[in-house]
């Protein structure tokens, strides 16, 4: 992630990864819906009545399929709006399996269509289970804003101002205490220390990949935070301690 967001790129990839399911989706369905027509083509064969019943349940499990919306919709939608997707869609897995074993059994054909929809019921209900904590993720509120909108032109020169600095997860473990610096433009600059001196942190700041617990840190005289993310990004450069390759090609990567 860190990766990505230095180069402002999780709208792309984003949308990369929701590129991916959609594939998956779309074969996923192709199945389902052979199946079905193999099931309605068995069901007529065998002289089983449509009824209501089933065509109505039919139309509840089609809510399923309805209700799936990619990633990017989901995590677009208000808080409220995606707790009720959620709630609704889990609803629906057990509204659907509950009405088809009803007409099921209307239809004579307790055995052993009953018993497979159980097994089907349990499976689904655990990979509704798991999806909850992937949508607990897409529910979360950043901690670092990226609304800043200036786009000022910039020439280089980093200047921190009385900075203080913890990690969330060791708020008990102060980094930077009181830091003052400037860095010039043009100026190439070394910072040399021991492990665990706040080298990487102070890298790690002026990337904007956290916020300061006290204290400013500003590009030419403006404030990071105030900074647009896709154009701070692109115009600074980094090549990480420990670079990431992503399974691809080399001009992929590059």
Sequence with gaps: MRTVRSFACERREADRFEHKLGDTLRMNRKKWVRSIIWVWIAIAYMGYSWNTEFCDNAILVAVLYDDYRGPNQISSLPVATRRKF???????????????????????????????????????????????????????????????????????????????????????????KGLDLTIRAGQTTALVGPSGGGKSSIVALIQHFYEPDKGTITIDGVNVKDISHMYYHHKVAMVAQEPVLYNGSVRYNI
């Design 86 to 176: 959620i709630c609704k869609s889990s609803h629906n897995v057990f509204n659907a399996f509950t009405a088809l074993i009803f007409a099921f059994s209307r239809a004579g054909m307790k055995q052993p269509n009953t018993l497979n929809i159980g097994y089907v019921m349990t499976g689904l209900m655990e990979c509704v289970g798991a999806s909850r904590k992937v949508f607990e993720y897409m529910l979360r509120d950043p901690e670092i804003a990226n609304d800043g909108k200036r786009e000022p032109p910039l020439e280089g020169q980093i200047k921190f101002e009385n900075v203080y600095f913890t990690y969330p997860s060791r708020p008990n473990n102060i980094v930077l």
